[in-house]
C-alpha cells in the first residue's frame, strides 16, 4: 500500500478529512481582495439603485445584526465541523460557489452602490457611527450585487436545517432565519447596499442551494432507486 493509500485510508483521516473544505475561504478571500483592488471607489462601475433606497433611513444600530453576519456564519460552520463531516462539506461547497461564483459576476459586471451618507453631518456622534466608518473605509462601495450578507445568511440558515439536532430544537431556525433577516435589513440601513442587492442575493442564494443541496440528493435518490430495481431484476 502506497504513502498516500495508508494516509486516505487511516482512521484520522477519515475522521478529519472534511476540514479541509476550510481552504474555500482563503481561496475567496484572496479573489476579493484582488477584485477590490481593481474594481475599487475609484473604479468604473453600474450604479445600483432603486426609488426604494429613498425610503430606506440611515440607523446607525443596525450595524450589531450586520457585524453577527461574522459569528453566526462561523458558529454554524464550526458546529458542523465537528458534529457532521457531510453537512460541513455541504455548508462550505455551497458558500465556496455562491461567494467565488459571484466574484466572476462582479468582474463581468462591475458594480456599486452611492447611497453613503455624509457620516459627519448626520449631528451625531457614537460608537456606531464611528465604527461604521471604519466600516465604509474597510470595505469599498463597489462589488455589492448580489449581497453576500444576504448569501452568507442564507448558508448559515441552510446549514441548520439541513443538520436533524439543530433542526430540531425549533427555537435555533426560528432564531437563525429572524437573524437572517436582520443581517438583511443592516445591509440597507446601513446604506452598504441598495434594496436591488437584496433582491438579487435571495433568489441567487436559493439558486445556489438547488445547486449544491437539491440537486445532489436528487440525483442520490434517483442511484438508490436505480440501484434496487436492478437488484429486483437480477433476483432469479
Not at 19 to 48: C, K, M, N, Q, R
Not at 69 to 98: N, Q
Not at 150 to 157: D, K, L, P, R, T
Not at 193 to 208: E, K, N
Request: net charge positive.
Amino acid at each position: 500500500m502506497s504513502k498516500q493509500n495508508r494516509i486516505t485510508n487511516s482512521p484520522r483521516w477519515q475522521q478529519y478529512h472534511h476540514w479541509l473544505y476550510v481552504l474555500v475561504l482563503p481561496v475567496y478571500l484572496a479573489l476579493f481582495f484582488i477584485t477590490e483592488h481593481f474594481i475599487g471607489a475609484d473604479a468604473s462601475y453600474t450604479v445600483i439603485y432603486h426609488t426604494l433606497d429613498d425610503l430606506v433611513p440611515f440607523c446607525e444600530w443596525f450595524y450589531i445584526p450586520y457585524v453577527l453576519w461574522y459569528p453566526f456564519m462561523g458558529l454554524v460552520g464550526l458546529y458542523l465541523a465537528f458534529k457532521d463531516g457531510e453537512g460541513f462539506k455541504r455548508y462550505m461547497t455551497y458558500i465556496g460557489a455562491s461567494f467565488i461564483t459571484a466574484i466572476g459576476l462582479f468582474v463581468l459586471f462591475p458594480n456599486g452602490q452611492d447611497l453613503r451618507p455624509d457620516l459627519a453631518a448626520l449631528g451625531r456622534d457614537n460608537l456606531f457611527t464611528r465604527a461604521i466608518a471604519a466600516l465604509y473605509v474597510a470595505d469599498t462601495n463597489t462589488n455589492v450585487c448580489p449581497s453576500l450578507h444576504v448569501v452568507g445568511s442564507m448558508a448559515a440558515v441552510f446549514g441548520i436545517f439541513h443538520h436533524p439536532r439543530l433542526r430540531k430544537t425549533v427555537w435555533l431556525p426560528i432564531g437563525g432565519i429572524i437573524l437572517a433577516v436582520l443581517i438583511c435589513l443592516s445591509t440597507v440601513f446601513l446604506k452598504q447596499h441598495s434594496v436591488v442587492d437584496v433582491f438579487v442575493g435571495i433568489p441567487y442564494g436559493f439558486l445556489m442551494y438547488g445547486a449544491v443541496y437539491w440537486l445532489p440528493a436528487l440525483f442520490k435518490k434517483r442511484e438508490r432507486k436505480s440501484f434496487k430495481t436492478s437488484i429486483a431484476t437480477e433476483k432469479p
